[in-house]
């Protein structure tokens, strides 16, 4: 039998340890190829522009969101998550390793594309998963546990990403294979030892193929019967576009606007003596992703804890304030000081929307529609993902080329237009609140 609960279940065990590790893998692609490298492999090594990177990313995004929605139902019905895990895992893996090669700008865009679907696809069942390992009194907190050892693969990926590329001359492609071995050694456990709970149905694939879309449409009808699921969707696909633009365009901007140095910056050196293996400098760009990825990592541990104690709801409306007050604080940061306190607040952010949002999804869907439900959160977050970076590229070109803003200003005004969606997106989750929700208890930290 794949699962036994007692009385007093045991929610922190090997099952647990191996489904937050594929957390810690997926996020090393998430921070060094998205976040940190693709951007100025683009950019600065092949001589693209920012509106070529944003468009591929929501692109890509797009794709899979389709996919989503047409294999959501198929996985609900087979009662099969880890099967698209793994399928989509080593599609990422063996794309961004051959990322490395790509002859040319276009082709290296089709691998990052292919790779950044394998990835986003592979989550959405991946978080369905999280009711193969946890209680129902403990979702938030093992949720937490994946986002928290997520971030902290980040910055395993960054210190090791530091020997592998060539700032200087603006060479980063020998990061792409290292990234992605990094990955599949982080997701194995998963695949390897983490089962599925039995479901109540069990339909061969053609008739799971049958009946995918009317599904979906159902599940969307349902949905809109639900005011809370209706609002809470609407509500993450508005506030997810500030979310996902900070996170592609984080590299450029420290680069670009605060003037942070690619280069040079924290030498690692004297703490080692004679270790050749350390002996290298932390760039400034590198060192605030870090900082900003501890504070993600404390960030998921210690609101996942608070949201179990307060309430979902609560805690994710404290979450996106946090994140609309440093929107406002990165966007009129004039001194690179005032950034550097921006960083450790977007991390919170980061691990707090991620793990209190997948706890209350949990909370309010039916434990048989979970994988539906998730491809819903899914496609708002990938619609975000499209959104988002489409509206900074087309807001960024726009003031640059036709305001004549310099580049500053315009990096500045993007930053603006994302902050009013996260705005709307606020009100629009005010109108989520669940209709039973339980009254505010004491927080025991």
């Known amino acids: 039998m794949y699962w036994e609960e007692s ?4 929610w922190f065990n090997a099952r647990v340890i191996a489904w937050a590790l594929f957390d810690m893998g997926t996020t090393i692609f998430s921070m060094n190829v998205i976040s940190r490298y693709f951007g100025p492999w683009v950019v600065k090594q092949m001589n693209g522009t920012v509106d ?3 468009d591929t990313v929501s692109l890509s995004m797009m794709v899979a969101a389709i996919l989503q929605i047409l294999l959501s139902p198929i996985s609900d019905e ?3 998550r880890r099967v698209f895990v793994v399928w989509f895992t080593l599609l990422c893996v063996t794309a961004c390793a051959f990322l490395s090669v790509a002859p040319s700008l276009a082709l290296g865009l089709l691998l990052f594309a292919t790779a950044n679907v394998g990835y986003q696809t592979a989550m959405v069942f991946y978080n369905a998963m999280l009711g193969d390992v946890a209680d129902e009194r403990h979702k938030a907190r093992i949720s937490g546990i994946g986002v928290g050892l997520g971030y902290l693969g980040s910055i395993l990926g960054l210190l090791v990403s530091e020997k592998f590329v ?7 492609s020998s990061v792409f294979p290292v990234s992605a071995a990094m990955v599949l050694v982080f997701a194995l456990p998963l695949f390897l030892f983490v089962k599925e709970k039995p479901s109540l149905v069990r339909l061969n694939l053609a ?9 979906f449409v159902t599940t969307l009808r349902r949905i809109s019967r639900h005011r809370e699921m209706l609002f809470f969707f609407i509500g993450c696909l508005l506030c997810l576009d500030a979310v996902h633009t900070v996170i592609v365009n984080m590299a450029l901007y420290c680069e670009n606007v605060v003037g942070l140095d690619p280069k040079e910056g924290f030498d690692l050196s004297p703490m080692w003596k004679d270790r050749i293996l350390f002996q290298y400098r932390l760039s400034e760009i590198t060192l605030f992703l870090i900082t900003s990825t501890v504070f993600a990592m404390f960030g998921a541990f210690g609101i996942g804890h608070i949201s179990d104690k307060t309430g979902h709801y609560t805690t994710l409306l404290a979450v996106l304030i946090l994140w609309m007050a440093a929107l406002v604080l990165a966007m009129f940061s004039v001194q690179r000081t005032l950034f ?3 960083g450790p607040m977007f991390g919170l952010g980061l691990g707090g929307i991620w793990t209190v949002s997948r706890a209350y999804l949990q909370e309010i869907c039916h434990p048989e529609e979970r994988s539906q439900m998730f491809a819903i959160f ?3 977050s990938r619609s975000a993902a499209i959104i988002g970076p489409f509206v900074w590229a087309r807001v960024y070109s726009f003031s640059n080329h036709h305001l004549l803003l310099n580049e500053r200003k315009s990096y500045r005004l993007a930053i603006a237009a994302v902050l009013c969606l996260m705005a709307v997106g606020f009100w629009v989750m005010l109108l989520a609140r669940p209709k039973t929700q339980q009254p505010t208890r004491r927080i025991w930290l």
Do not use: C, M
């Open 52 to 54: 070529v990177f944003n």
């Open 166 to 172: 060539d700032t200087e001359h603006h060479l980063y």
């Open 7 to 10: 009385k007093k279940p045991r």
């Open 207 to 215: 008739q799971s193929l049958t009946n995918s879309i009317g599904s």
């Open 78 to 80: 087979l009662g099969r």
């Open 378 to 380: 899914g496609l708002a």
């Open 340 to 342: 550097w306190i921006t």
